[in-house]
Nanobody, 117 residues
């Protein structure tokens, strides 16, 4: 069973960058698809990005694909989300997630990202 702990959130000005990290416990990390989601105030949870064990990635939107990069280090049991050119609308709680089936069933506690204008 995988447990997830996010870090790296914070306050940044528009146009700035942040890198989120998600440390996973468990011996089967490499078998999980890892992902990032976010929830902005008053909005539904939104898919940001996902990455397979081999590094194949998908993104929730073209805007995210152009500004965000998801990566993973299987040796360190860690997945990252590099976020560049941040916008105020990127403000949200960002959650790390994992799945070994089609269902996202492992979640971290979330880390707050606030982008000031």
């Amino acid at each position: 069973q995988v447990q997830l702990v996010e870090s790296g959130g914070g306050l940044v000005q528009a146009g700035g960058s942040l890198r989120l990290s998600c440390a996973a416990s468990g011996r089967t990390f490499s078998s999980y698809v890892m992902g990032w989601f976010r929830r902005a105030p008053g909005k539904e949870r939104e898919f940001v990005a996902a990455i397979t064990w081999s590094g194949a990635s998908t993104y929730g939107s073209d805007s995210m694909k152009g500004r965000f990069t998801i990566s993973r280090d299987n040796a360190k049991n860690t997945v990252y989300l590099q976020m560049n050119s941040l916008k105020p609308e990127d403000t949200a709680v960002y959650y790390c997630a994992a799945r070994s089936t089609p269902v996202w069933d492992r979640w971290g506690q979330g880390t707050q990202v606030t982008v000031s204008s």
